[in-house]
């Protein structure tokens, strides 16, 4: 059975739904016209007890269309209801992938191609939803890796839906990505012992699954090492450009101190000139002064003489 035809639906209310009720429900909100509708409904049982009073269902369509449009009005049951929707994937992905919803891939190469690159990675993938961003990593053993955020988690599941993907020839491998901390979260890794409330490693049917246990972590955590090495690269490029500009803030700063500095050595030559020119001119001011006062004090002599001169001739004449 094509999984392409089948949806997730989650946290349905045991009181409200019933295989009847949810296949007519998707039946008339989730497709388009009669050659439309729900072939097989199945609503089973969490074995978790977080969702205590909740169920979730598996849906086959005829068409995958009615996947299409029901991933696009994914909102609009959630807010009508609370329920979720989620693609099924295929068996051959691990079950940590299939659970997983989150908007990141991680892409690989096994042999190293130029057309790897940002420019060509977002064309192509861009066909499956709005690339919010893409990083391109470094991985010891790895020809090229690449880290994809789609705009929504559903572009993520529709690549691994279409794979193997290729490029020049190349086969990629595609993981989705999370936090290693978030999949050892997951119930089918955990349980709550409800006698004494701390979670209790359920290690039989890890065990019993230890290469789809193993798998997915060990393709995390070399993908957080990628990730933590790229962005422990971008932080010691942003500081070297900081400290590059910092350098040249810092070469400007001193080249405006020496100008100030110069200008500062001619304006106290200026100024010492000027003190000195002061100074010579206080001099010939204080010489000029001795020399009129001289002329005024000859001058006053001059004048009494002429006075005395006038008063005797004046006494003679009277006489």
Not at 212 to 224: A, D, G, N, S, V
Not at 295 to 306: A, G, R, T, W
């Amino acid at each position: 059975m094509s999984k392409r035809r089948q949806l997730f639906v989650g946290v349905l209310d045991k009181q409200i739904w019933t295989n009847e009720k949810l296949c007519a429900y998707f039946n008339k909100y989730a497709t388009r016209n009669d050659d439309q509708y729900v072939v097989h409904c199945e609503i089973m049982e969490y074995n978790d007890a977080r969702f205590d009073g909740k169920s979730f269902a598996f849906i086959t369509f005829t068409d995958e269309a009615c996947v299409d449009y029901c991933m696009k009005k994914r909102a609009e049951f959630y807010d009508e209801y609370g329920i979720t929707l989620k693609r099924l994937l295929p068996d051959n992905i691990t079950k940590c992938e299939r659970l997983m919803s989150t908007p990141d891939i991680v892409i690989r190469i096994s042999l190293p191609d130029p057309l790897f690159n940002n420019a060509n990675i977002r064309s192509y993938f861009g066909e499956y939803g709005k690339v919010i961003d893409i990083k391109m990593l470094d991985e010891e053993g790895t020809a090229g890796i690449c880290l994809i955020t789609f705009e929504e988690f559903d572009s993520s599941d529709r690549v691994l839906l279409d794979a193997p993907h290729y490029l020049n020839g190349k086969i990629l491998s595609i993981h989705k990505y999370t936090s290693p901390e978030y999949v050892c979260s997951l119930s089918q890794y955990r349980l709550i012992d409800e006698t004494n409330a701390h979670q209790v490693k359920r290690w039989y049917p890890i065990f019993r699954n230890l290469t789809e246990f193993m798998r997915p972590i060990h393709i995390l955590y070399k993908t957080q090492f990628a990730l933590a090495k790229y962005n422990l690269n971008k932080q010691i490029l942003t500081s070297r450009e900081h400290l590059n500009k910092t350098k040249e803030n810092l070469a400007e700063f001193e080249n405006k101190c020496n100008d100030i500095k110069q200008d500062f050595i001619q304006l106290c030559k200026l100024n010492r000139d000027l003190n000195k020119r002061v100074e010579d001119i206080e001099v010939k001011n204080k010489k000029i002064q001795i020399e009129y006062e001289n002329q005024i004090e000859e001058q006053i002599k001059k004048n009494q003489l002429l006075q005395d001169a006038i008063m005797c001739l004046q006494n003679n004449s009277s006489l």
